[in-house]
């Protein structure tokens, strides 16, 4: 009897804890639940048409100057916008792989450079205590909340110093992708800087003060132990710094619009729209349109795990 009243007693406990697992995760009524996927469907709809849209426009043979009806799949659709794009997708003497290696300069060098030196730094303000730390933070903070136009005509003047003649021939700083790529490096290391420490103050201090009693230096306790936990953190570093340097126009106008072979995808797209909507090719527009953005979708991509792992950990923790 005294075993039977124990097993009776654990299963009438085993059940009022599944009643109450099952209280605490009810299923919604089916109503309402009918009403969250249709709202779910229609931000779906709402975010993937334009996408649908321009597509359907690069397939267009029509050349329409402004759209006649919903054609999702237009009459006579075809890639012949795309093989032209790849060809010659400007007038300008410059292809699409230049334009195209122009762009890979500047994000891939923006990001590079903006993360080796922000990772550094956000270290430094991170664990060291020193003079003028504080001051400098506001500094960096300051930049931050400056807009990226109010930095460009300072740096066209200071780049624009920088002229090199060596007997005929003659190097301009300011006039060249490697002055565009500084540009565009001194606007995402300050975020790069503050992002990166925002993660670092999040990093236990135990673990380091446990490998410097293991005998490990400064320099090994940071690439070994603080490296690889930052790196969801530097993935979204980077790869914002990339997207930066890839869609960035107004500095690359401003810098080196009138070297044609320093052209990247961005000018090159703008160069393409007509002085009026009518004399625009918009099924090339919107091939060139696709084609610009693909690269920057390829790296989210590949990168997703990490990409999205430094922001859920970046909005728990920042």
Do not use: H
Not at 239 to 259: D, I, K, N, Q, R
């Amino acid at each position: 009897m005294t075993a039977l009243a124990t097993s009776r007693r654990l299963l009438s406990r085993g059940a009022s804890r599944s009643r109450t697992r099952d209280s605490g995760e009810r299923r919604l009524p089916i109503g309402r639940q009918l009403i969250l996927q249709v709202v779910c469907l229609l931000i779906t709809a709402t975010v993937l048409f334009p996408i649908v849209w321009i597509v359907s426009m690069s397939l267009d043979p029509r050349n329409l100057a402004r759209p006649d009806g919903l054609n999702l799949i237009p009459p006579g659709a075809s890639l012949d916008a795309y093989a032209r794009v790849i060809s010659q997708p400007t007038s300008n003497p410059i292809g699409f792989l230049d334009l195209m290696l122009n762009s890979l300069k500047i994000a891939i060098g923006a990001s590079l450079f903006a993360v080796a030196v922000g990772v550094t730094a956000a270290y430094a303000f991170s664990r060291l205590k020193f003079r003028g730390r504080e001051a400098l933070m506001i500094g960096i903070l300051g930049v931050l909340m400056l807009p990226a136009v109010a930095t460009i005509i300072p740096l066209y003047v200071f780049l624009n110093q920088f002229q090199i003649n060596l007997g005929e021939s003659s190097f301009n700083l300011r006039a060249s992708l490697l002055g565009v790529s500084l540009a565009v490096i001194s606007a995402q290391l300050p975020f790069a800087i503050w992002n990166l420490k925002g993660y670092l103050d999040t990093v236990p201090k135990d673990l380091e003060e446990a490998a410097a009693v293991d005998g490990a230096s400064q320099n090994q306790i940071f690439t070994k132990i603080v490296l690889p936990l930052a790196v969801p953190a530097i993935a979204v570093t980077a790869f914002l710094g990339f997207l930066a340097g890839w869609t960035e126009y107004l500095t690359v106008a401003m810098f080196v619009s009138g070297e044609v072979k320093d052209w990247t995808l961005s000018i090159a797209l703008n160069s393409l729209v007509g002085q009026f909507a009518r004399t625009t090719n918009w099924s090339q527009f919107a091939a060139f349109a696709i084609l610009f953005a693909l690269p920057v979708s390829v790296v989210f991509f590949l990168f997703q795990r990490y990409l999205v792992g430094g922001l859920a950990v970046g909005g728990v923790k920042g």
